[in-house]
């Protein structure tokens, strides 16, 4: 373990990072059942999509940890999965479900051809530091939104022109299927709603207990917290302690669509309709989750810290297309990750704990994962955001061309609902403030060409395609 991982040259050891590794599966582990629900719209069959989502989010974990020694996991991505099931939504998508694999294929493709030639690295030398702090603590407050959310404690509707959206997908942590106008918060901290709603009032005691378990410094409080508040469920009713006594199974996978993508079809629709797509918002998602962990474990001021990132790229990238190969959408890192990094995941070794958890949840652990009601996991979410919100004090709010980015990237993330208009945002407004100083002012501020690059890609896109 120690050749494999350098535990010790990390500080953490083979129990903390186990424990880490199974703190991100808990959070993360609503993808087994979201992802199968979401994706059935298009009319593929929801045991095949969880055999994908499993074994997709399994082995490109399991890459990470192995082979960039990274504490981060990857599964199917929400947004990118609604994306997916609206175009090939059954009988009023614009393409089938094989072609939209399909384009989802070849967007991992452009990708690793970018992560190759560097290009997505050189994100990381373009983006100025405050900027960078900023999309951890916006990821921060995007993770706090989904912890309220889920816990019950708020609700998130997507107002568009026709009023409230009250879709399915719309329902499914982290997107919307149309644009998003107006993002309105419904708090349910009245304590009427706690008599009624025995999920929100779980949820409550989470978070006071695992508030409690990390300010007195318990090693794995968020696994502790998540385990004891499940447990204070079953006499609240919101635990189904009947699933105990069932035996774990292997559900019917004979009806599998591995290898059943259709890139033909995806080419015929449209590189810039579709493919592209997939690609420019997966690159920003991908980015500011990749960034913003990395940032929290450290790994940035590491002198190996960039290749290690171009690795993590590389496998993001990979993985992508192989979620296509397998039947799924989009596999992207997991902003729940951070949980366990919060935990005291350090390397590789709590990636690889995810990914082999993942792979066991085919046959062994999915009637235990069901047990683990929501509220219970909501809490831990909620934490890691107050965990993430460090990174505000290396932010340079003197300067306001750094400053005015850095707070719309903040608030932009949990505000709209997306990491990537966030990010957008950051960048648009630090290139448009930088070169209105180095117009008038003799200081100037450096620009590097991939920022002009960018804002020109980020205009276009919201021009042309758009909201998320």
Same mark, same amino acid.
């Given at each position: 373990?120690?050749?494999?991982?350098?535990?010790?040259?990390?500080n953490t050891n083979v129990r903390t990072e186990i424990i880490a590794g199974f703190t991100t599966y808990?959070?993360?582990a609503y993808i087994l059942f979201l992802n199968p629900a979401i994706l059935a719209g298009t009319g593929m069959d929801k045991n095949a999509i969880f055999f994908a989502t499993a074994v997709g989010a399994g082995l490109v974990t399991l890459a990470m940890g192995l082979f960039v020694n990274f504490p981060v996991a990857l599964a199917p991505g929400?947004?990118?999965n609604a994306y997916f099931a609206v175009v090939a939504a059954q009988n009023t998508g614009i393409m089938t479900?094989?072609?939209?694999?399909?384009?989802?294929?070849l967007s991992g493709i452009i990708f690793i051809i970018l992560t190759i030639t560097k290009v997505r690295q050189i994100l990381v030398e373009a983006v100025p530091d405050s900027l960078k702090h900023a999309i951890t603590v916006g990821i921060g407050l995007f993770i706090t939104?989904?912890?309220?959310?889920i816990g019950g404690?708020?609700?998130?509707?997507?107002?568009?022109?026709?009023?409230?959206?009250?879709g399915a997908i719309d329902k499914a942590v982290g997107g919307a299927p149309t644009p998003v106008n107006l993002l309105h918060f419904e708090w349910n901290l009245l304590l009427a709603n706690f008599v009624h709603d025995k999920g929100a009032l779980l949820c409550l005691i989470g978070l006071v207990l695992t508030a409690l378990l990390v300010a007195l410094r318990v090693q794995g409080a968020l696994l502790f917290g998540i385990v004891l508040t499940a447990l204070i469920g079953i006499p609240l009713g919101v635990t189904q302690t009947e699933l105990f006594g069932k035996t774990p199974f292997l559900p019917d996978f004979s009806n599998l669509n591995v290898g059943e993508l259709d890139i033909s079809g995806a080419l015929a629709v449209g590189l810039f309709e579709v493919i592209l797509v997939f690609t420019f918002v997966e690159l920003f998602d991908t980015f500011g989750t990749l960034v913003g962990t990395a940032g929290k474990t450290g790994l940035l001021d590491r002198p190996d810290g960039q290749k290690k990132l171009g690795r993590?790229? $590389?496998?993001?990238?990979? +993985?992508? =297309? $192989?979620?296509?190969?397998? +039947?799924? =959408?989009?596999?992207t890192a997991y902003v729940e990750s951070a949980s366990g990094i919060a935990a005291g995941g350090r390397t590789g070794l709590t990636s690889v704990t995810t990914g082999l958890l993942?792979?066991?949840?085919?046959?062994?652990?999915?009637?235990f994962v069901a047990v683990i009601p929501t509220p219970a996991e909501a809490p831990a979410l909620i934490i890691v955001g107050v965990l993430m919100m460090n990174a505000v004090k290396k932010i340079d709010f003197e300067n306001m061309i750094y400053a005015i980015p850095a707070f719309l990237t903040i608030v932009l993330m949990p505000f709209t609902y997306s990491i990537a208009n966030g990010i957008s945002a950051g960048i648009v407004f630090f290139v448009l403030l930088a070169l209105a100083n180095n117009l008038v002012r003799k200081e100037k501020v450096k620009i590097h060409w991939m920022m002009w690059l960018l804002t020109v890609f980020i205009l276009a896109r919201y021009v042309f395609l758009g909201g998320e």
């Open positions: 373990m120690e050749r494999l991982f350098q535990l010790r040259e990390y808990v959070t993360m929400m947004g990118l479900w094989q072609v939209a694999l399909g384009a989802v294929f939104i989904i912890g309220l959310k404690l708020m609700n998130v509707q997507f107002l568009t022109n026709g009023g409230p959206s009250t993590a790229m $590389l496998v993001d990238a990979g +993985g992508v =297309s $192989l979620g296509a190969l397998l +039947g799924t =959408s989009t596999i993942f792979l066991a949840s085919l046959f062994v652990l999915a009637p």
